[in-house]
T-cell receptor, first 116, second 110 residues
Framework: DADVTQTPRNRITKTGKRIMLECSQTKGHDRMYWYRQDPGLGLRLIYYSFDVKDINKGEISDGYSVSRQAQAKFSLSLESAIPNQTALYFC???????????????FGEGSRLTVL | EDKVVQSPLSLVVHEGDTVTLNCSYEVTNFRSLLWYKQEKKAPTFLFMLTSSGIEKKSGRLSSILDKKELFSILNITATQTGDSAIYLCAVAGANSKLTFGKGITLSVRP
């Protein structure tokens, strides 16, 4: 089983619908992230969480919200989806234990969202 | 605001060629620079660089960091079609989150 699991892997929805993308991890990492990827734009950070009570906006948080239900679970919601939110979404984790943080991210397989 | 610029944005080479991928950055309180390879799914980790002038090497891939000039290069020698991918450069700064460049799309033709 994957260490970082995203569901659903693919989703097609209509404008105005509420969508939730879920992420769970078994790596025991404290830090979790949501990125979106668009062709030619690399990975852009939506939200990140350093622990259950610490959630921060990234560079493109408008139109998105998140919930850190437990150390191992981090969900991304689109309250009212719009077509320009069509993208590939990645959840990722990183480890900050014992001051050894290096920045390496461990990615889920991605969730491809299409908003019609 | 942290910034990562990769160049070129895309390139096409033939098998056996050597390629050099560039990454320059501006970041507050640099901690590390990372290279990832992305094929059809999630990015996979290649290298992490924290010190200037120390080459990291894995098979035909190598990378080096220059913290004075604020750039890194990723070299691939004797390219193969399996090297075709998007190569992502990312930098970890003071707030401990990664900033990614736009990626370099490499196509290796037989």
């Amino acid at each position: 089983d994957a260490d970082v699991t995203q569901t659903p892997r693919n989703r097609i929805t209509k404008t105005g619908k509420r969508i939730m993308l879920e992420c769970s991890q078994t790596k025991g990492h404290d830090r979790m992230y949501w990125y979106r990827q668009d062709p030619g734009l690399g990975l852009r950070l939506i939200y990140y969480s350093f622990d259950v009570k610490d959630i921060n906006k990234g560079e493109i948080s408008d139109g998105y919200s998140v919930s850190r239900q437990a150390q191992a679970k981090f969900s991304l919601s689109l309250e009212s989806a719009i077509p320009n939110q069509t993208a590939l979404y990645f959840c990722a984790t990183s480890d900050f234990s014992a001051g050894t943080y290096t920045g390496e991210l461990f990615f889920g397989e991605g969730s491809r969202l299409t908003v019609l | 605001e942290d910034k990562v610029v990769q160049s070129p944005l895309s390139l096409v080479v033939h098998e056996g060629d050597t390629v050099t991928l560039n990454c320059s950055y501006e970041v507050t309180n640099f901690r590390s620079l990372l290279w990832y390879k992305q094929e059809k799914k999630a990015p996979t980790f290649l290298f992490m660089l924290t010190s200037s002038g120390i080459e990291k090497k894995s098979g035909r891939l190598s990378s080096i960091l220059d913290k004075k000039e604020l750039f890194s290069i990723l070299n691939i020698t004797a390219t193969q079609t399996g090297d075709s991918a998007i190569y992502l450069c990312a930098v970890a700064g003071a707030n401990s989150k990664l900033t990614f460049g736009k990626g370099i799309t490499l196509s290796v033709r037989p």
